[in-house]
């Protein structure tokens, strides 16, 4: 609300106090919302009311299937949790180990941006687009499923697991055409601070999505801290530990917690020790 | 008798099918195309469960004849393709009351 408005609701409040009560009383609240500053009093519109929401590693959803070992963050298959469905277009969050030369058959997709980022080990992907290529530590594959794909996704290697998180993003639209791409992430790799591996843009670092999404790497050495700062007001950001122990905004985290932050403009990071982290901007809405 | 559910998804029908009649509770049957189904019988379905490739205007005009004839069918907007999340959409739409 500018200056000129606020004086003049103020005016009109006095005047007829008990019959616009219910306005005066939303008025109020607004500006609970606020702090003053200055002599002028009008609101700081820059003050935010920061909401958290932490998820221990040890209170995910867990699944051992034999060839598959899979911890998930949010409610996926068998794990269900209404508490944790997801957090605004994140819907899912694998943390997935496949057993030696096994994996998962040919299924289908749709409608979703699915983000594998492997840890270590190699994986397999085939897609009924044509494409056939190995990932490892150090890339970032997506798929936009859109009108539906099918793809398999096997460890490529007979003496060694594959870990990978898949993560899952609903699509800022439905029904758009199906697409697969992967980088090496190596070139744009920093040391001791965020860096971008995933936007909604085709131009920029990173792979693209349809998601007004950015995800940020970052590995830390100890006591190194850093700032992440939200790129679209009103996304939020969910912070998933991949190695090590770190503070984000003071709280503290190990490996594989997430933290979820919403109603800020930029989160605080320092690495507690060597530190690895994923940083998901996401819409809330 | 399982709920009865209607798949309605271009490219996955088939195979969301496949998937949903694993589950005893659910008894699915399979159309490529809103045109494919008879809009008249949508009220025979516990749940219509639309999938991709279906276009917003055809989801309109689901929506609409189940809000003007007060139909009990519980629409559903599938994502994902199947693995993982399915189920759990089509228990959060029997649990909706």
Redesign the interface.
């Known amino acids: 609300m500018d200056r000129k408005k606020f004086l003049s609701k103020a005016a009109l409040g006095t005047l007829s106090a008990v019959a616009a009560s219910s306005i005066l009383k939303a008025e109020t609240n607004d500006n609970l919302a606020f702090k003053q500053v200055g002599f002028n009093h009008l609101p700081n519109k820059e003050e935010k009311t920061m909401k958290t929401v932490l998820h221990k590693a040890e209170t995910r959803g867990h699944a051992n299937h034999g060839w598959l070992d899979s911890h998930h963050t949010f409610s996926f298959a068998n794990y269900y949790n209404p508490e944790r469905v997801q957090f605004g277009a994140l819907r899912v969050l694998n943390d997935d180990v496949v057993a030696p030369a096994r994996g998962f058959g040919t299924h289908p997709h749709d409608n979703m941006e699915i983000i594998s980022i492997p840890l270590s080990g190699d994986l397999k992907h085939k897609d009924s687009m044509g494409n056939e290529a190995v990932i490892k530590e150090g890339d970032v594959q997506v798929m936009s499923a859109g009108t539906g794909i099918f793809h398999s996704e096997f460890n490529k290697n007979e003496n060694k697991e594959v870990r990978f998180l898949q993560i899952w993003l609903f699509p800022r639209e439905r029904n758009v055409e199906p697409r697969y791409d992967q980088i090496s992430i190596r070139d744009v790799e920093k040391k001791n601070a965020f860096y971008q591996v995933l936007s909604p843009n085709k131009d920029d670092e990173g792979v693209w999505i349809h998601q007004d999404a950015w995800f940020h790497l970052g590995n830390f050495d100890i006591g190194v801290s850093d700032e992440y700062t939200i790129k679209k007001q009103g996304n939020g950001v969910y912070a998933f530990v991949l190695e090590g122990e770190a503070e984000i905004n003071g709280q503290k985290l190990s490996k594989r917690d997430g933290l979820g932050v919403t109603e800020a403009n930029k989160i605080t990071f320092r690495a507690t020790s060597d530190a690895k982290v994923l940083i998901m901007e996401v819409p809330m809405d | 008798m399982g709920y009865k559910v209607a798949v309605i998804?271009?490219?996955?029908s088939k195979?969301?099918v496949r998937l949903v009649n694993e589950n005893k509770e659910f008894e699915a049957v399979g159309f490529t195309s809103v045109d494919e189904m008879d809009m008249k019988t949508i009220g025979d379905y516990d749940i219509a469960l639309i999938?991709?490739?279906?276009?917003?205007n055809d989801i309109k005009l689901i929506k609409g004849i189940i809000l003007n004839n007060k139909l009990n069918t519980k629409l559903i907007?599938?994502?994902?393709?199947?693995?993982?999340?399915l189920?759990?959409e089509l228990?959060d739409a029997i649990n909706k009351k």
């Open positions: 998804a271009k490219t996955l195979l969301l999938a991709g490739g279906i276009e917003n907007e599938h994502y994902g393709g199947g693995s993982g999340l189920l759990q228990y």
